[in-house]
T-cell receptor, first 112, second 116 residues
Framework: DQQVKQNSPSLSVQEGRISILNCDYT??????FLWYKKYPAEGPTFLIS?????DKNEDGRFTVFLNKSAKHLSLHIVPSQPGDSAVYFC???????????FGRGTQLTVWP | GAVVSQHPSRVICKSGTSVKIECRSL??????MFWYRQFPKQSLMLMAT?????????EQGVEKDKFLINHASLTLSTLTVTSAHPEDSSFYIC????????????FGQGTRLTVV
């Protein structure tokens, strides 16, 4: 049973435009949300996070928005760059030992 | 940022043999390490949570006798796939949490296991 859902398996965006990756979660008790980026044959790398007490967190070109009432979060990348092409995982942290729940990922392709 | 080293990055073994994968936190102490498995085009599935000095907690459906986990120190956890079979072929990834930074987890680079 997927606790974290990324309904778009892929997204293609032109360089310089905005990339918006979406994520929905099922459990309103989740308190911390993260986005990880993954290249093939590598482990995920942390990108940006947001706690449940905030609705927005910005770090350079990356902004994460959290809508708790809708149990929805999104990652905005602007401007998108070809080097951003990777799989992006939406991850939520459960309360037990900080266990992480991963979405299925969205393959972002940024073309020149 | 913190570094987690996973070794080996890829391994090929014969069916019936055992394979050990190491996960080390290089510049921080990790009381908790997690082991994941990723099938092609699927998400990372948590296999077990490894706590230093105690028994690992396995997720439902994961055979503890097949996937042996040892977390002997604050910087090292190992996963041993015993009597490997072709269906165990997968991408295994570990992650470690910095006890001083109670939020994000850092991931190793993963191990591609192929059982022939």
């Amino acid at each position: 049973d997927q606790q974290v859902k990324q309904n778009s398996p892929s997204l293609s965006v032109q360089e310089g435009r905005i990339s918006i990756l979406n994520c929905d979660y099922t459990n309103s008790m989740f308190d911390y949300f993260l986005w990880y980026k993954k290249y093939p044959a590598e482990g995920p790398t942390f990108l940006i996070s947001i706690s449940s007490i905030k609705d927005k967190n910005e770090d350079g070109r990356f902004t994460v928005f959290l809508n708790k009432s809708a149990k929805h979060l999104s990652l905005h990348i602007v401007p998108s760059q070809p080097g951003d092409s990777a799989v992006y995982f939406c991850v939520v942290r459960g309360s037990t030992l900080g266990r992480l729940y991963f979405g299925r990922g969205t393959q972002l392709t940024v073309w020149p | 940022g913190a570094v987690v080293s996973q070794h080996p990055s890829r391994v090929i073994c014969k069916s019936g043999t055992s394979v050990k994968i190491e996960c080390r936190s290089l510049d921080f102490q990790a009381t908790t390490m997690f082991w994941y498995r990723q099938f092609p085009k699927q998400s990372l599935m948590l296999m077990a949570t490894s706590n230093e000095g105690s028994k690992a907690t396995y997720e439902q459906g994961v055979e503890k006798d097949k996937f042996l986990i040892n977390h002997a120190s604050l910087t090292l956890s190992t996963l041993t796939v015993t009597s490997a079979h072709p269906e165990d072929s997968s991408f295994y990834i570990c992650s470690a949490r910095d006890i001083l930074r109670n939020t994000e987890a850092f991931f190793g680079q993963g191990t591609r296991l192929t059982v022939v």
